[in-house]
């Protein structure tokens, strides 16, 4: 493989998955990891990638204000307004982070009137945004690799709320694995929301599902909704249709 083509696979590996490891890029693309430091290096250099310590992280989900670095964008605007269907006045709503969750936000109705946690500062300034919303931001270590809120307390805190619907976004969902994540600190804190919520959903653009990371959230059958950039009769969603619904 052409080092051109080797930079092109890792920058839509950080923006599929906002975050990868060297090593696990070494295994991928059967080269070392001191080629892949070099890689990362030269693309960061270059303005495409954020370098990190053991890999590198995704410029659309660290800086999602900024015009033309949201990945997908089109696709994550269109899982926002399917996720609005399960939205309705009087609900409380438990959301997550990440670029598709912040443009469910900015849809959000002016008149829906309804109660918002969340984990994601960037998330709770959309919401905040709305007259006849409340919205609660959790508190915690803010990751800088994630833009959210981690740690004990979150999860303490998330042990003492009940809600009627959590969306969540993920890195990779499997029929097999169910939803994975390579992020030990945010697997526990999305296992804490899914725990406390009556309902889950799952916002995910087509290109995540059928992928795996190394590390398990939940499996599959804790997921109630799946909604995708696809249309529910996509043959590509038949599988997960068979156990879950598909919007």
């Not at 696709?75 to 009087?90: M, P, T, W, Y």
């Not at 829906?112 to 969340?118: A, D, G, H, R």
Request: hydrophobic share 40%.
């Amino acid at each position: 493989m052409l080092k051109e083509e080797r930079q092109a696979y890792i920058v839509h590996q950080i923006n599929l998955h906002n975050k990868v490891l060297s090593s696990d890029l070494s295994i991928q693309l059967n080269v070392s990891e001191d080629t892949i430091r070099r890689d990362l290096n030269e693309l960061a250099e270059n303005g495409q990638v954020i370098k990190v310590y053991g890999g590198a992280l995704s410029k659309s989900f660290q800086f999602p204000f900024q015009e033309g670095n949201v990945y997908a964008k089109e696709g994550k605007k269109e899982i926002a307004s399917k996720a609005l269907s399960l939205i309705a006045n009087g609900m409380s709503v438990l959301i997550g982070g990440g670029t598709t969750m912040i443009e469910l936000a900015r849809l959000v109705p002016n008149d829906l009137q309804c109660t918002f946690f969340t984990i994601s500062p960037l998330v709770a300034l959309e919401l905040a945004e709305k007259d006849n919303i409340d919205v609660f931001l959790l508190g915690g270590k803010l990751s800088r690799n994630t833009n959210i809120v981690t740690g004990s307390q979150v999860v303490n805190e998330l042990a003492d709320i009940r809600v009627d619907l959590c969306l969540l976004g993920t890195n990779s969902l499997s029929l097999e694995e169910g939803i994975t994540d390579s992020d030990w600190e945010v697997v526990q804190i999305k296992r804490a929301m899914i725990k406390c919520s009556k309902s889950l959903a799952i916002l995910s653009i087509a290109e995540k599902l059928n992928s795996n990371q190394k590390m398990r959230v939940v499996p599959l059958k804790e997921v109630t909704y799946l909604i995708t950039d696809l249309s529910p009769s996509d043959r590509s969603l038949k599988d997960f249709a068979n156990s879950i619904k598909v919007i």
